[in-house]
Nanobody, 122 residues
Framework: VQLQASGGGLVQSGDSLRLSCAAS????????KGWFRQASGKGREFVAA????????FYAVSVEGRFTISRDNVKNTVYLQMNSLKPEDTGVYYC????????????????WGEGTQVTVSS
């Protein structure tokens, strides 16, 4: 069972990036999906979550209006479109999956993938 994030990189403040997270070994089609990030020396931070069919999502206040989470269940992939990036968005971004969809997701999910580094220069 794997969740593999990709699409990270080094960008400048104000740029955009789209992260992808593909699942293998298990479909997670009926699972909620989410993104978290961790800056160097800091704890893990919730970014966004989306329900199983993409009809509902919620975001951290710090990214609301700039980031959009979406999913393609045919491709078994979840995305995070990040616009107007800021230096404080820098960190390792992780995707995750959980059988439940509720506000508790911001505290963690059951399944975690490898992260992808996002670095935003000022």
């Amino acid at each position: 069972v794997q969740l593999q994030a990709s699409g990270g990189g080094l960008v400048q403040s104000g740029d955009s990036l789209r992260l992808s997270c593909a699942a293998s070994g298990r479909t997670f089609v009926n699972y909620a999906k989410g993104w978290f990030r961790q800056a160097s020396g800091k704890g893990r931070e919730f970014v966004a979550a989306i329900n199983w069919d993409g009809s509902s999502a919620f975001y951290a206040v710090s990214v609301e209006g700039r980031f959009t989470i979406s999913r393609d269940n045919v491709k078994n992939t979840v995305y995070l479109q990040m616009n107007s990036l800021k230096p404080e968005d820098t960190g390792v971004y992780y995707c995750a999956a959980d059988p439940s969809y509720d506000n508790n997701l911001e505290y963690g999910m059951d399944y975690w993938g490898e992260g992808t580094q996002v670095t935003v220069s000022s």
